[in-house]
T-cell receptor
Framework: EAAVTQSPRNKVAVTGGKVTLSCNQT?????MYWYRQDTGHGLRLIHY???????EKGDIPDGYKASRPSQENFSLILELATPSQTSVYFC??????????FGPGTRLTVL | QQKVQQSPESLSVPEGGMASLNCTSS?????YFWWYRQHSGEGPKALM?????GDKKEGRFTAHLNKASLHVSLHIRDSQPSDSALYFC?????????????FGAGTRLKVIA
């Protein structure tokens, strides 16, 4: 079965600090995605990638960077974390219009 | 305004009953639809897709799409307590090649035993 893993699962950060969320997939999918989930907003797309070396801005990219160093790995970077970035973050992988496979999520709290 | 709107926000049905969830897109470019289900503490998992007008049935789940009104629904018959979860509708634009989905805010379903 398709597998997407995320680390860490929980993270507490201080305002102004740097946070890196990591995602690994063993599906050999070209496309990878980062979402955040907040009550009342559903899942909102932050950044996505079509393959190693590529990153694209999603619907809410401000305050976030992404890195795709390999087919398997996709990172989300918060250079200067703010309390408004407290959320649950999900990584997903997929191909074309087929289903996306989600990881278990990372709960980030910025104090 | 969100491009994909879901209703109701929450829904309670008795075990064995029928649950009906609705989703409407405000963007005529969005014509590929997926339903995802998320149990508490987990990531969302795809339930089914629907890309053509009409009904699509998979087990106890039936999706219906009306492209003219950009409305898609999900009907769960013989609802089970294990169906209690947050359900998302996701829509994608046709022929864009970038395969991004826009998700609705979700409908929280509770099946009461």
């Amino acid at each position: 079965e398709a597998a997407v893993t995320q680390s860490p699962r929980n993270k507490v950060a201080v305002t102004g600090g740097k946070v890196t969320l990591s995602c690994n997939q063993t599906n050999n999918h070209n496309n990878m995605y980062w979402y955040r989930q907040d009550t009342g907003h559903g899942l909102r797309l932050i950044h996505y990638s079509y393959g190693a070396g590529s990153t694209e801005k999603g619907d809410i990219p401000d305050g976030y960077k992404a890195s795709r160093p390999s087919q398997e790995n996709f990172s989300l970077i918060l250079e200067l974390a703010t309390p408004s970035q407290t959320s649950v973050y999900f990584c997903a992988s997929g191909e074309s219009s087929y289903e996306q496979y989600f990881g278990p999520g990372t709960r980030l709290t910025v104090l | 305004q969100q491009k994909v709107q879901q209703s109701p926000e929450s829904l309670s049905v008795p075990e064995g009953g029928m649950a009906s969830l609705n989703c409407t897109s405000s963007d005529r470019n969005f014509q590929y639809f997926w339903w995802y289900r998320q149990h508490s503490g987990e990531g969302p998992k795809a339930l089914m897709s629907i890309f053509s007008d009409g009904d699509k049935k998979e087990g106890r789940f039936t999706a219906h799409l009306n492209k003219a009104s950009l409305h898609v629904s999900l009907h769960i018959r013989d609802s089970q307590p294990s169906d209690s979860a947050l359900y998302f509708c996701a829509a994608s634009a046709v022929n864009t090649g970038n395969y991004k989905y826009v998700f609705g805010a979700g409908t929280r379903l509770k099946v009461i035993a």
